[in-house]
């Protein structure tokens, strides 16, 4: 599987211990920015990694701001994303299973490494589940 990764100043110390595990999960990843903790503008990396993920260039993108709120906004708003931000591992397996997210957004300065390692697993392992689901997202497509 290709993961797009992108982040701000805020979510860059931890998209980069992110990067490192997913490596370790032997996963492929493009890294769309930013390259250092200087500030930047969070909409041009959300954008971009959600345009990735929307054009199939990756299967899915994992996005990081400071709290993620910003990012996740920014992901969401191309055609064809639904882009989750979790803050728990239970939050991680909804999105997939109930909402079939294909964009994880986190919070750098929010998210400890270790949970944000487990929030990425969850969100990677988990499937979705369709059903009464599919509906719902097919709804969300159309907006």
């Known amino acids: 599987m290709l993961i797009a990764i992108a982040s701000d100043h805020g979510g860059y ?3 980069e211990k992110v990067k490192e595990h ?3 999960r ?16 969070y909409p041009i990396y959300g954008k971009a990694c959600a345009e990735a993920v929307a054009s199939g260039k990756a299967e ?11 990012i996740s906004i920014a992901a969401n708003k191309i055609k064809g994303i639904r882009c989750g931000l979790c803050t728990s591992v239970e939050m991680a397996e909804l999105t997939r ?8 957004a986190m ?9 944000a390692m487990k929030i990425v697993d969850a969100f990677l392992d988990t499937g979705f589940e369709g059903g009464r689901h599919q509906r719902r ?6 907006m």
Do not use: F, Q
Not at 26 to 41: A, C, N, Q
Not at 60 to 70: L, N, R, W
Not at 137 to 142: A, G, H, R, S
């Open 13 to 15: 110390e931890l998209k």
């Open 22 to 24: 997913l490596r370790d």
């Open 26 to 41: 032997g996963e492929k990843i493009v890294d769309l920015g930013t390259t250092s903790e200087g500030s930047v503008d």
């Open 60 to 70: 899915k993108g994992i996005v990081i701001c400071g709290t993620g709120i910003g």
């Open 97 to 104: 299973a109930h909402n079939d997210a294909n964009m994880l």
């Open 107 to 115: 919070g750098g300065r929010t998210t400890a490494p270790d949970l």
């Open 137 to 142: 997202t097919d709804m969300l497509d159309e």
